[in-house]
Nanobody, 125 residues
Framework: QVQLVESGGGLVQAGGSLRLSCAAS????????MGWFRQAPGKEREFVAA????????YYADSVKGRFTISRDNAKNTVYLQMNSLKPEDTAVYYC??????????????????WGQGTQVTVSS
């Protein structure tokens, strides 16, 4: 079992930055690939970013490339999402997710076994 707890959401103005954190339970955290997803009101949950178990592979949605950076610290059982140059369209509830799948695909929600409770990010214009 893996339990995920997000933090770091809040209200920022367009162009600002936030860093989201997701703390994971369990000794096997380092063997899980991790992802960040977001869901805006009235929209489907969409892929934002993902990182491999080793941290050597990162993947981003086109909408956030060059602005967001995913990273992980396995010693701290934590994954981060650094969000820069935020736009109003980034407003959503952000969720972290974990998967133990050996042949995972970063984007689909069905690839992930565990989900956090979500943290609200609001970007004002």
């Amino acid at each position: 079992q893996v339990q995920l707890v997000e933090s770091g959401g809040g209200l920022v103005q367009a162009g600002g930055s936030l860093r989201l954190s997701c703390a994971a339970s369990g000794r096997t955290f380092s063997s899980y690939a991790m992802g960040w997803f977001r869901q805006a009101p009235g929209k489907e949950r969409e892929f934002v970013a993902a990182i491999s178990w080793s941290g050597g592979g990162t993947y981003y949605a086109d909408s956030v490339k060059g602005r967001f950076t995913i990273s992980r610290d396995n010693a701290k059982n934590t994954v981060y999402l650094q969000m820069n140059s935020l736009k109003p369209e980034d407003t959503a509830v952000y969720y972290c997710a974990a998967t133990s799948n050996t042949g995972w695909v970063p984007g689909p929600t069905y690839e992930y076994d565990y989900w956090g409770q979500g943290t609200q990010v609001t970007v004002s214009s």
